[in-house]
């Protein structure tokens, strides 16, 4: 049996990377605890007068409409990849014709809302963290505060909901691009029919493979702009704090996009 | 004068008082206040020096209820703010005028909108709040500003801003931290003019922040040097620079060496 400093310095190692474990666990636990206090927040002042809608609109047109052009590129090329990857596959065994329903399922279902999610996580929760982590370290905050105006209904409600809102007006799109893309490969690249592929592709989506699409795409959204928020919201200190605060934000909101995926197609199942 | 007296008497508006404050980051030792104690009185210009890391930033923090204390009181417009709710705190806010640092412009916003904001929700027109702010601009030396952006604009020029935004709601505090710091000496003297200004048309009460000597004899009506937690002299500017406390000396003659501890050590 091992004895003396090397055993009680090696011991020592060991309780130290246990210790550095055991506090990552209890930083990350009370994180998303402090998140879900702003949740509370953010609905506890969304009808709090004024309301500032235009604040909102301003929001909406940042999160959603400016998010448009990169959402129409990952959803067409996505679905044109995946028209190719499971055409080759499916030719196989003489099932080409099921492309179609492949690519449908796959958009509406996962592809659609989970590649918005991680690329308006990087477009937009990353600046709004750079935003408010900006605003934090130069006293704008504490200057809202100073001008009765409570920073969690000014800064972070327009930006939560507008997320919650645009999320799934963006997977429509981003699903609708995927689709059409995935018959421009099968129609027009590899020569199968148009009304085929029309068929096959309303046969099998059901309404509800949209919906859980889309409530997929509303919680992306209230997840990365609230972790954005909280990150930006919470810096302290200054420039470099407020790079790790985007870096945090964006990690964090693709993590969270993985984790409520995996909840909400489980709840479905 | 008499009625403002009564009033003070009544709810202590317009006042400023502290109360034993004890305030601290971190462990046991780490105490940033330690029975801090003043009062400023209805239209009095108090100035608070003290050196880099004394605390003084702490203590804006303190009166706009952004920190709370462990333990003494904090009296602000007859309110307590530590133990005051979210609207009272806000209803006092909109008595109290800050001026930051760095000005702390809203970056989004042009300059009009940033010394309207405060008054947004009091349901003028866009033309209404227009006025109000070329005239607030005005008052301290600023036109044909109101649709710049602030990164438009000089250090000097956003602090003017700041003030003018400070003052938008003509608050019966004003609150002024480091106002003169990162500037010019002409453009420190002219931001100093300003605050005296202020206080003479508009009678705030001023409560500033600074270690500008230069700056601190000219707006204060008293000083009060913040040293290691607490009030260590406090005066007239007369009786500051007139002062025989080594501390003092050491600090406004501006000396490194001396008994003052900088930085928990002694120069």
Known sequence: ?????????????????????????????????????????????????????????????????????????????????????????????????????????????????VLTGIMVAGRVGSAMAAELGTMRVTEQIDALHTLATNPVKYLIVPR??????????????????????????????LGN????YYKRTVQFLDFEDIQIGLIKAALFGLSLALIGCYQGYSVRGGAREVGFAVNRAVVSSIGMIFVINYLVTAYFF | MADAARAEIINGSGTIRLDNVWTRFGGEESWIHRGLSFDVRVG?????????????????????????????NVIVDGI?????????????MKHIGVL??????????????NVTFGLQDRGLSDRELRRIATEKLKMVGLRGVEDRLPSQLSGGMRKRVGLARAIAYEPDILICDEPTSGLDPVMSDTISELILQMKERLGVTTLTITHDMTSAYKIGDRIGMLYEGRILACGTPEE????????????????????MSIGGEEA
């Open chain 2, 80 to 92: 307590d703010i530590p133990h005051a709710t979210k609207g009272d705190l806000y209803r006092t």
């Open chain 2, 44 to 72: 009095e210009s108090f100035v608070i020096i003290g050196g880099s890391g004394a605390g003084k930033s702490v203590l804006v923090k303190l009166l706009i209820g952004l920190l709370a204390p462990e333990r003494g």
């Open chain 1, 193 to 196: 029919s148009p009304v085929a």
């Open chain 2, 100 to 113: 930051f640092q760095f000005g702390a412009l809203f970056d989004s916003l042009t300059i009009w909108e």
């Open chain 1, 160 to 189: 939560v909901w507008a997320a919650t809102v645009m999320l799934p007006c963006l997977v429509i799109f981003s699903d609708l691009l995927g689709i059409m893309a995935g018959r421009f490969i099968m129609v027009d690249v």
């Open chain 2, 240 to 259: 500051i620079r007139t002062s025989s406390d080594p501390i003092v000396r050491q600090f406004i003659e501006g000396r490194a060496l001396g008994p």
């Open chain 1, 1 to 113: 049996m091992e004895s003396g400093p090397e055993f009680l310095g090696s011991m020592w190692v060991r309780m130290a990377w246990i210790s550095s474990i055991g506090r990552y666990g209890v930083d990350s636990v009370a994180r998303y605890g402090r998140v879900l206090l702003m949740l509370v927040d953010t609905v506890r002042c969304t009808p709090q007068r004024p309301l500032r809608f235009h604040l909102f609109l301003h929001q909406c047109l940042h999160v959603g409409v400016y998010s448009v052009p990169v959402v129409l590129v990952t959803g067409a090329f996505t679905g044109a990849v995946l028209a190719l990857q499971t055409a080759s596959a499916f030719r196989l065994f003489g099932a080409e014709n099921l492309v179609a329903t492949v690519v449908a399922l796959s958009m509406t279902r996962e592809l659609g809302p």
